[in-house]
């Protein structure tokens, strides 16, 4: 068994992690470039959103190399994400590729179900090693998040333009290449001295922005054009609404890690603007967006793909938290025809708006 999966973010880095923990052979395929979207646009339906072609061109890429067998998460719902394993197979399948498709879907109802198709990835392997597997991934999902938002906050203070970046590839790289949960240990703690020695002016006025939606448009730099990095530079510390270990903790392990995150609690901050689930992040979005109003930031920015229907729910209720916090929002939606010299231009004028309305609140407290 070859086993791959699709690019979201960092999380190769923790499913790599924990397959070569199970002994399990990976293939995996290029970071997400216009290769693979050209591919899964010129074989994926033209309606559906831009996740599900690059996925499909993931899988495709990761064919050429050898793969034989997909695992994909699964979900439930209002979302299209639930059938998208279902439609890439048949798409695969109809172009010849003959790969296996293994499908988890949450736990939450179906336990027997995920259990039997975790046998199947891992064989004989003792339970007992599946579980220090899942834990060395999660682990190592943990600590890719510690970088990510240490370099969130670094970027819009450094005092050489790209050496917060530079000092971010430095660190993933330290957790990636960790075989052990020993070895895991030592190289989170360089790689947060790593980031730590990054030179920064403290005194530095920066805004403040957090970034809310659809979890795969956060995650992915390639589908967001590099969103935090852009903000970054135009000094602006941000903050993701949704981080790998917490989605995580919250659908794989129901909560059980304490002291992250949960979307509970941003649910409970969407009453009373959104009272039921609508599928995907959506009532996560609008709960995250009051919960980052309350806590002062500055602007927020949602992101999802074209046609995500839960986003456009929340997207369509933003403007009554935007108008009861007096906090401004921001939508981009991505598909394979968005541009990133219009996507900077629309975020510098964003931040100049942002930066006008705190000078003018600052001078009228004054």
Known sequence: MRVTFPHMGNLHISLKAMFHYLGVEVVLPPPSSKRTLTIGVKYGPE???MPLKLNLGNFIEACEMGADTIVMAGGCGPCRFGYYAQIEHAILKGLGYDMQLIVLEPPERHISELLVKIRRITGNRSWWRVIQAIRFGFQKARAVDEIEM???KIRPRELRAGSADEAY?????????????DELLANRK??????????????????????????????????????ERQLGRLGAEVDRSIYLSEWVNDHLFLGLVKGLRSRKAACGAAFPYLRHFVGGHGQETVGS????????????????????????????????VSGDFNIPVLTLIMDEHTGEAGLVTRL????????????FKEAFVQ
């Open 289 to 320: 967006a009051v919960n980052y109003a309350r806590a002062g930031y500055d602007g927020l920015v949602q992101v999802f793909p074209f046609t995500c229907m839960p986003e456009i729910v929340a997207e369509s209720i933003l403007p009554g």
């Open 47 to 49: 309606f559906a959103c």
């Open 190 to 227: 360089k790689a947060m001295e790593i980031m730590n020695g990054v030179a920064v002016d403290q005194n530095r006025r920066v805004l403040r922005v957090g970034i809310i939606g659809e979890i795969y448009t956060l995650l992915e730099p390639f589908a967001n054009h590099a969103l």
């Open 169 to 181: 590839n430095r660190a993933l790289e330290l957790i990636d290449r960790a075989s052990s949960m």
């Open 150 to 152: 240490a370099a969130f």
């Open 348 to 359: 510098e004028a964003f931040v100049d708006l942002l930066e006008r309305k705190k000078e």
